[in-house]
């Protein structure tokens, strides 16, 4: 059996776990959503409630229960090297949009993948307060609500989401062609709205981690998609270093002029 069946296999097996375990951890964080839970800032500016730490306590639980030969990486979890040394590793964002879940918007998700080799082999979106799910095998195409996804054709217009500072670098002729899509908190969500359809493309600021899109990578990767960094290349997870440079997210030409704008930013 050729190796890349091989992988796929073991991530088949997977994907129902994780569709589980973040199903239930979305229900785990509708009971604090619109209810004030409580917050903390990390480093000072970002916030975390008390959701955030229930619904990663249940993933962590849960998964490693299953797995327990898998590596663990979480946002809401104390990195440990020790996860380097396993073959398989959970990238888990228990809730990404975190803001936007204590504004009271509803576009944020669980956000739950499986990564070898710094490639994610079944990723799952869980968005309660959509009522979506979103997931993806390798080869096996991208799906919400069990229905196939894909990327929006390409049209005189386009829309386009994400930093200001970023869109406004866009060549002119390719700014009178875009509509501005209002911005969404959640990155994995952004990037799933470009892999069904919703929204043209997305830039990505410098430092999104690996748990905010290694999930939404592959969905929007088998949706016909891509997720490129400066060099042209597709991000790498679960190694030793876990921040990411700007990135550009869409498909066929507007993305390869996305593309071009981020090489040309400084390191």
Not at 142 to 163: H, L, T, W, Y
Request: charged content about 25%; glycine content about 10%.
């Amino acid at each position: 059996m050729p190796e890349h069946d091989l992988t796929t296999a073991g991530a088949v097996e997977d994907l129902p776990l994780l569709r589980d375990a973040a199903r239930e951890a979305g229900i785990i964080a509708m009971r604090y959503f619109g209810n004030n839970p409580q917050v903390w800032l990390k480093g000072g500016t970002s916030p975390v409630s008390e959701a955030d730490h229930a619904a990663d306590a249940y993933l962590r639980e849960t998964l490693l229960s299953a797995r327990p030969d898998y590596g663990w990486l979480s946002e809401e979890t104390a990195d440990d090297p020790a996860r380097l040394s396993a073959r398989r590793t959970f990238v888990v964002d228990p809730i990404d949009g975190t803001r936007g879940f204590l504004e009271g918007q509803r576009t944020w998700c669980v956000s739950v993948a499986v990564v070898e080799q710094g490639r994610t082999l079944a990723g799952v979106l869980e968005c309660p307060a959509t009522e979506e799910t979103y997931w993806a095998l390798p080869g096996e195409g991208a799906f919400r609500n069990g229905q196939c996804i894909s990327v929006r054709k390409p049209a005189d217009m386009a829309e386009i989401s994400g930093p200001k500072p970023l869109i406004d670098l866009l060549p002119d002729e390719w700014l009178a062609r875009l509509k501005r899509a209002p911005y969404s908190p959640s990155l994995a969500y952004r990037l799933a709205m470009i892999a069904n359809g919703a929204l043209d493309a997305t830039f990505v600021k410098p430092n999104a981690h690996d748990w905010d899109i290694a999930a939404a990578d592959l969905i929007l990767r088998e949706a016909g998609g891509r997720l490129l960094d400066r060099h042209g290349r597709a991000p790498l997870y679960a190694g030793e270093v876990i921040r990411h440079g700007a990135l550009a997210a869409g498909s066929g030409e507007l993305l390869a002029v996305l593309a071009g704008v981020i090489a040309g930013l400084d390191a």
